[in-house]
């Protein structure tokens, strides 16, 4: 006999969750910074410019978002304040920044000279000037 699966809700828990997410009174489900974070991400995807080894920090940058909404509908405005400056630093590190995307196109010209300057084989001919 298998060990139960830990996370089946258990005997009097079914009713306790929705099946779908529905919407009332002081609970987001979406606002305008998951769905503008979403577009983003999407873009990003589309430009080649994340994949899915970025999920980890894409996930962070969707969890932000979701709390910029949920605190935005509370009408606390300490909370995206505070909030704010760290989501910038992920949309850094994720490459997500017209900032951070010309130092990554940097990057690549800078590691193109250099593989550039590798590949030309050293010239041992002598060049004669006539004076």
Known sequence: MGRPDPRRPRAGQLGMFEDEAFSEPGK????RHSDAMDRAIQAARDE???STVDDGILTVLRAGACALDTLEAQ???YGPAKLIDPMVSALREARLTPESRAVAQDDA???LLKEL???DPVCSTEVHHEA
């Open 28 to 31: 987001v489900l979406r606002g």
């Open 48 to 50: 080649g410019l994340v």
């Open 75 to 77: 009408n606390k405005p």
């Open 109 to 111: 010209i800078n590691a």
């Open 117 to 119: 300057v590798e590949d």
